[in-house]
């Protein structure tokens, strides 16, 4: 079970602003952009040399399911980095190892860093956004490649050796830094490959694609490794390990992105037409340095100060919730695979709830929602701490009964209807204060704010953990259990 904000993972992953059908149509009336679509058929063209707009999705069904494609690619490896806690916590790592692997998630909160240069450095021969998609796509199946040789070596457990945390941090950092990077290329590819009337299937690619994506690399791929859910549902005679390993996953993927990234490379043009055209688009920005500027001068606004340490400051209250309550569940006895396999029924409501609360914050006040959210939301971080002191008392020789699992799947739901209630009204918000003109640096940087204040405070309440629990040993006088040694010691 994940906990944490981003998706339906603890992961980092962004979200697309989920924004009301009327704060979109006001967006769009403002915006002042040159015609530079482009579709996978060529558009007709009228006399006066403009490109005609193409009526329905339709015609653009082949771009549509490109870019579904390539968010569930980007799903796949951020999918893994969030199982990769789970299984550490089965081989029982500190708390401190937690925060150290903690770091994978942050490159998706700390991209505005580097999307300047993405936007602004490419080949032109081959295409502003393929510069960057294809070599990054190349290295993630090279680096999945490595990993399904070495990862068994990373998570092994030899005596009192445990996992190599420091390595298994490195590597799959690189794995999130390169997915945020495919993330800044196809969320700007998006937009000139679909047609103005069709852009906004470009968000529902990106929730349904990384939704997807996420689900095959964490969900999926957990059950299938367990060689317990394998025998009890998928086996007739049972066998000591899973359907997959971690190893075949990897190999797997890192196909997949050699393969489809070679076909992408090859067979798909990059129109740019925008390129010959005397004015460019206004909401773009002319060179890196001018990016960099505007988006120091949009902090230094004192309004905008203000709300972005609101938002650094905000998820303080609930970030233990969040971030610890699915390990000490695992380290109580839950089967990973088991809390996993909960977010299954969680998909629907989380495909409903933005549709739903999107109603209530398009009005002038978008962030009522978010005020009257955030109390519940701290009461449902109470509701975990007791669903965590409950959790031994219920085990039983054969597992978990089944209320207990729908008690988990209850609060899970609860919890993410308070989430998405806060996220929701959130970025109606920034899509509502955002200037037109400069919408898109706007939009990042506060949307980069937001997922950086949920990280920071995940990852020290994941540090703090161990120096604040106190462990009482049964069969081994005078060991505190302090660390795994001292545990191992206890019957």
Aim: proline content about 5%; aromatic content about 12%; glycine content about 8%.
């Amino acid at each position: 079970m994940e906990l944490s904000e981003s998706v339906t993972h603890k992961n980092g992953r962004l979200r697309k602003p989920v924004v009301s059908s009327s704060d979109m149509g006001e967006r769009e009336s403002k915006l002042e952009v040159e015609c530079d679509e482009e579709a996978l058929l060529p558009n007709s063209v009228r006399a006066d040399g403009q490109v005609k707009a193409c009526h329905g999705i339709k015609g653009e069904l082949g771009n549509v399911a490109l870019l579904l494609f390539l968010y569930v690619l980007q799903g796949i490896p951020l999918g893994l980095a969030g199982s990769i806690p789970l299984i550490m916590q089965s081989k029982n790592v500190s708390y401190k190892d937690q925060a150290y692997f903690s770091f994978v998630f942050w490159p998706f909160s700390l991209k505005l860093l580097w999307a300047p240069l993405v936007d602004s450095l490419y080949l032109r021969r081959f295409g502003r956004r393929k510069s960057w998609l294809v070599p990054t796509q190349y290295l993630l199946g090279l680096f999945m490649l490595y990993l399904s040789v070495t990862v068994d070596a990373m998570l092994q457990t030899d005596g009192q050796s445990g996992p190599d945390v420091i390595t298994l941090t490195a590597v799959f950092f690189m794995l999130a830094f390169l997915a945020a990077t495919q993330d800044i290329a196809v969320d700007g590819w998006a937009l000139t490959m679909l047609s103005r009337e069709n852009v906004g299937y470009a968000s529902t690619c990106n929730s349904v694609g990384q939704t997807a994506g996420y689900f095959l690399g964490n969900v999926l791929f957990l059950a299938l490794e367990s060689a317990d859910f394998c025998n009890k549902y998928l086996r007739f005679e049972p066998q000591e390990r899973g359907i997959v390993t971690l190893s075949d996953f990897l190999y797997l993927w890192g196909i997949v992105f050699m393969v489809s990234t070679t076909l992408v490379a090859v067979l798909k043009k990059e129109n740019n037409r925008h390129h010959h055209t005397k004015k460019k688009p206004k909401e773009e920005t002319q060179s890196v340095m001018e990016t960099y500027k505007l988006l120091v001068s949009i902090i230094k606004m004192p309004t905008v100060f203000t709300f972005c340490v609101l938002l650094l400051t905000a998820k303080i209250g609930f970030s233990a919730a969040d971030a610890v309550t699915g390990l000490k569940l695992v380290e109580a006895g839950v089967p990973k695979e088991q809390l996993a396999l909960l977010a299954v029924p969680m998909v629907p409501l989380q495909i409903l709830l933005p549709l739903v609360i999107s109603k209530y914050t398009a009005g002038p006040r978008p962030l009522d929602v978010f005020y009257k959210a955030f109390p519940f939301r701290l009461l449902i971080g109470l509701g975990y701490t007791l669903l965590v002191w409950w959790t031994p008392s219920v085990r039983q020789e054969e597992g978990f009964p089944v209320y207990y699992y729908a008690v988990v799947l209850l609060s899970y739901a609860v919890h993410q209807v308070a989430l998405y209630s806060m996220y929701v009204a959130c970025m109606a918000f920034h899509a509502k204060v955002s200037d037109p003109v400069i919408g898109g640096t706007y939009m990042t940087l506060l949307n980069t704010v937001t997922n950086l204040g949920g990280n920071w405070p995940s990852t020290l309440a994941l540090w703090l953990v161990d120096p604040l629990t106190f462990k009482e040993c049964q069969g081994a006088p005078g060991q505190t259990c302090g660390s795994v040694e001292e545990a191992g010691v206890s019957v």
